[in-house]
Structure formats: C-alpha cells, structure tokens
T-cell receptor, first 116, second 115 residues
C-alpha cells in the first residue's frame, strides 16, 4: 500500500482481556518496528522484525506481550490479560533494509488502546 | 546503549521567527544517525531531517536545519520563519548504524507558535 496501515485505530478493552493490534507495512519494506507511546511521552521501542524474524525483542515489557509477522508483510502485536498500564498508542513503522536515510522510517497512525 | 535527551518540555515562538530545539545524545558507537520527527495533534509521525555521524556538513531541508556539534554530542533542530502549522511535538531520535536500525527517542518538545 501507499503507507503503513494500522488497525483498529481505537480499541477500548476491559482489564484482563486479550487484544490484537495489526500493522500492514509498505509493500517491500522488510524491516518493521513496534513502538509504544504513553500519554505525553516519547516512543518506547518494543520489537523489531527483519523479514519474519524478530532479532530484537528487547523492548517487550513482559511475557504478556508477543508479536509475529508473516509473509514478510502483516504483523500482529498481541497483549494478553491487559492491564491499565498498557493504555497507550501503539505505533508501527516500516522501512527498507537498510533504511533509506532520505526518508527515514514511515510510521502508521497508531492504535490508541484504552484499558478500562 | 544509546540515550537521547531533550531538555525542553515546551517552547514558545512568535510566528515568522526562528526557534532552536535542543537534543543531546550519548553513544559510544562511532557510527550513528540522528533524526527529527514532528508529531502534530493528529498523532502521525512526520520525518523532518536526518544527520549521519560522518556527514561533513549540517543537514538542511527547507526551513529545517540541524546544528550538529559532534564534540558536544548535540544535534539541535533549527526551524526558520516559524509558521502556525509548526505547532506540534518534536522528537529527536538516534540509531546506531549497522545494527538493527531501531530508533531511540527523546521525550520530546512541545512547540507552540504564537500569531
């Protein structure tokens, strides 16, 4: 597609439920990144995919968080047993590998997750 | 590990004036890149400008320029002739070259342009 697409754009869930967040990167972008942005804060790195592999999962905050990528395309971030502190905007970015310095990384519009 | 520091939580500037947003970085890697992103209230992340550690000249993109001082480990963003539409959060980010290319972000600076 023309840009990075994330769905849903907004998600309200009850504490303890599982949620799945989806990211469709730009076609041909082999690198994919997930970030979390809490209200009024900067972006925290969660996980990086190169192709379908995740060589860096160092930012996943707990074992309730997992992610996968298939077909070197769509990625899904799953949060199990959601907690209120999981409320944030989850942003996905993609890039060629190595990234093109002229355009940086392309970010999606994010999924705003609210745990009530 | 790389650390990005933005010490200005908020900045104000008059329309048509220039403003400098501060960013310092801390890395032991000799090869790295520094980015600035703009995030309007709509939430999208807009790439503004990039500076590589081996670049000989400061980067410039339209009204944006990067005041890169390697010895001070600073990469300040200069916005000239501010416009009302420049009001947004601005994030400095860094990455180590040759690694997995992940970006490390600062906490951001909220810029408000006054008419």
């Amino acid at each position: 597609g023309a840009g990075v697409s994330q769905s849903p754009s907004n998600k309200v869930t009850e504490k303890g439920k599982d949620v799945e967040l989806r990211c469709d990167p730009i076609s041909g972008h082999t690198a994919l990144y997930w970030y979390r942005q809490r209200l009024g804060q900067g972006l925290e790195f969660l996980i990086y995919f190169q192709g379908n592999s995740a060589p860096d999962k160092s930012g996943l905050p707990s074992d309730r968080f997992s992610a996968e990528r298939t077909g070197e395309s769509v990625s899904t971030l799953t949060i199990q047993r959601t907690q209120q502190e999981d409320s944030a905007v989850y942003l996905c970015a993609s890039s060629p590998h190595p990234p093109d310095r002229a355009i940086g990384y392309t970010f999606g519009s994010g999924t705003r997750l609210t745990v009530v | 590990a790389q650390k990005i520091t933005q010490t200005q939580p908020g900045m104000f500037v008059q329309e048509k004036e220039a403003v400098t947003l501060d960013c310092t970085y801390d890395t032991s890697d000799p090869s790295y890149g520094l980015f600035w992103y703009k995030q309007p209230s709509s939430g999208e992340m807009i790439f503004l400008i990039y500076q590589g550690s081996y670049d000989q000249q400061n980067a410039t993109e339209g009204r944006y320029s990067l005041n890169f001082q390697k010895a001070r480990k600073s990469a300040n963003l200069v916005i000239s002739a501010s416009q009302l539409g420049d009001s947004a959060m601005y994030f400095c980010a860094g990455r180590m070259e040759g690694s997995n290319y992940k970006l490390t972000f600062g906490k951001g600076t909220l810029l408000t342009v006054n008419p």
